[in-house]
């Protein structure tokens, strides 16, 4: 039984052959909260194919006009960015090299665009490891690696959250107007990389490890690229007027396919006051700004490897929900390998 890979004719196509093949992801029909809903991905295939450099493939049983397998992929300067949970082929064909296929040819095509690096992401339920096992075999397989540890990701419901007053004496927070970008960049290194313990969680996190990536990474949250992120936003935790810890956050931008919600950025104590209740204080300031926005909600992201932030968040009121895994492969001049 053989097989061809073509670009799809037209938006229709693809979408036809995407939905019939996504049907072998179980998450397709599932409805999580902050999970991919099947109606935003289509949106956003609708948006990126009128890209003239994306690239959409359909896999067809030669001499049939069935679709077997899809894979899309952005192009944006010098990456390729794969589609969520694809390449996804027919459960009938899973255990073929259609998805192979598939991804060899995204890997020509960008070569031919000059693009070096390809990505991609698996994002599943903490409970449903089994549920990236397929993708995770065959990213590895042909060529990917994961850039870096596993990150968690985790949710409060403010609603349940318990308003505590902040038990750590001598404590005032205020907010950051008066710390620039780069102050709290240089409070991150001192955070979370001043220990040889938090130097072995965070050395190949590049929005910590970096110092350039985090500024930059500030100043798109500061300047609003992320979403709307208020001077209460950016605390500051002094103890006895030293400066002891901080927190930076911002509320996305609206979307019909989430709760209104708020995400902490980045939340760091420095070494000499930890366990004081500088942390916990800093959370409970940030959930009453969310709260009074009208979040419903409020994430976080963690290494996976951090077991003491993943207490502290599960301490404040965060459960965890999914993991995610990023992955990359730079392009050489050839793909025969696969």
């Known amino acids: 039984m053989s097989f061809s890979v073509t670009e799809a004719g037209s938006l229709r ?11 072998t992801v179980p998450r397709f029909r599932e409805r999580r909260l902050f999970d991919y809903r099947p109606e ?52 009938k064909h899973k255990r073929s090299e259609i998805a192979e296929m598939l991804l060899t040819e995204a890997f020509s095509r960008l070569q031919q665009r000059g693009v070096p690096e390809a990505k991609c992401m698996l994002k599943f339920p903490i409970s449903q490891p089994q549920a990236a096992r397929w993708h995770n075999k065959l990213y590895k397989k042909c060529g990917f690696a994961e850039k870096s540890p596993s990150s968690i990701m985790l949710l409060a419901d403010l609603s349940k959250v318990a308003r505590k007053p902040s038990e750590a004496a001598n404590l005032q927070i205020t907010d950051g107007n008066d710390f620039s970008s780069k ?7 001192r955070a979370y990389m001043s220990t040889p313990e938090d130097r072995a969680v965070h050395m190949n996190d590049p ?67 930890r366990r004081r209740g500088v942390a916990a204080a800093l959370i409970s300031e940030t959930f009453k700004s969310f709260h009074r926005l009208g979040c419903k909600y409020s994430l976080v992201g963690t290494l996976k490897t951090n077991k003491s932030a993943i207490a502290l968040y599960r301490k404040a009121g965060f459960y965890p929900v999914f993991e995610l895994v990023d992955f990359e492969k730079t392009l050489g001049e050839s793909t025969q390998s696969l």
């Open 183 to 189: 102050e709290f960049a240089d409070f991150t290194q």
């Open 13 to 23: 196509e693809y979408l036809q052959a995407w939905k019939k093949a996504m049907k």
């Open 40 to 91: 935003e991905l289509m949106e956003d295939i609708m948006q990126a194919f009128q890209k003239p450099n994306n690239f959409f493939l359909i896999a067809k049983q030669q001499g049939k006009q069935k679709a077997v397998g899809v894979l899309g992929v952005t192009v944006t300067n010098s990456l390729g960015m794969l589609g969520r949970w694809e390449p996804v082929v027919t459960s």
């Open 207 to 273: 929005f910590i490890s970096d110092p350039k990536t985090c500024l930059s990474t500030l100043q798109a949250i500061r300047e609003g690229k992320m979403g709307f992120s208020p001077p209460e936003f950016w605390l500051v935790a002094k103890l006895n007027n030293n400066i002891a810890g901080f927190i930076i956050s911002f509320m996305p931008k609206r979307s019909e396919y989430r709760p209104t919600h708020g995400v902490i950025g980045e939340l760091g104590v420095f070494p000499e006051h």
